[in-house]
């Protein structure tokens, strides 16, 4: 069964203040693994794809980075409007199944 | 429409009452997933269609829970005699297929059972 671990649960960050997200993963195969920021009363935002272990993606602060057991999803000098639950999933390369696994995501509150 | 919606955005139901979600997904997208999000938690896996067809409904928790796309665009899920346990937020996604293809979300349901 594959399994998607998100740490830590809640983050606490001052502006300027850089830090990582962990997500760690048991999958059989991965096809791909994808980093979504949700905020509150809203539904995921896509923001990374990653295919192979040594792969890295930037977007303005945010940087993901994946290998074979986990992914980092880098934040440099966060912002308060960066305040957000960051998800984290997978999706299998076997069995044809096409349906991602979520974690519970990081709950990240940016202070002025 | 530029993403995908949903409708409505709010809902409260009486328990065991019918109700109706609607998902209009991006034009041209293949693939529609349905997936329930409670509080504090991730999105868990409902349904999912290619087309109008329904590929895997495993996610499904009872048989009051049912999920069409009858033309492969516009997709419908309907709750029957709600309970409250079903009190969540029902988000919707669409890709352009479901291989390595990435899925995008609208703003998702949130049904109140009473």
């Known amino acids: 069964e594959d399994q998607v671990t998100q740490s830590p649960e809640a983050l606490r960050l001052q502006e300027g203040e850089s830090s990582s997200l962990n997500c760690s993963y048991t999958?059989?195969?991965?096809?791909?693994l994808f980093w979504y920021r949700q905020d509150p009363g809203k539904g995921p935002e896509f923001l990374f794809t990653?295919?192979?272990a040594g792969e890295e993606k930037e977007k303005e602060r945010l940087k993901a980075t994946l290998t074979k057991k986990e992914s980092f999803l880098h934040i440099t000098a966060p912002k308060p409007e960066d305040s957000a639950t960051y998800l984290c999933?997978?999706?299998?390369?076997?069995?044809?199944?096409?349906?991602?696994?979520f974690g519970r995501g990081t709950s990240l509150i940016v202070h002025p | 429409g530029a993403g995908v919606s949903q409708s409505p955005r709010y809902k409260v139901a009486k328990r065991g009452q019918d109700v109706a979600l609607r998902c209009d997904p991006i034009s041209g997208h293949v693939s529609l997933f349905w997936y329930q999000q409670a509080l504090g938690q991730g999105p868990e896996f409902l349904t999912y269609?290619?087309?109008?067809?329904?590929?895997?409904k495993s996610g499904l928790p009872s048989d009051r829970f049912f999920a069409e796309r009858p033309e492969g665009s516009v997709s419908t899920l309907k709750i029957q005699r709600t309970q409250q346990e079903d009190s969540a937020v029902y988000l919707c996604a669409s890709s352009l297929d479901s291989s390595r293809e990435t899925q995008y979300f609208g703003p998702g349901t949130r049904l109140l059972v009473l």
């Open positions: 999933a997978v999706q299998a390369e076997s069995g044809g199944s096409y349906i991602p696994t």
């Open positions: 999958v059989s195969g991965l096809r791909g």
């Open positions: 990653l295919y192979s």
């Open positions: 269609f290619q087309n109008e067809a329904q590929l895997d």
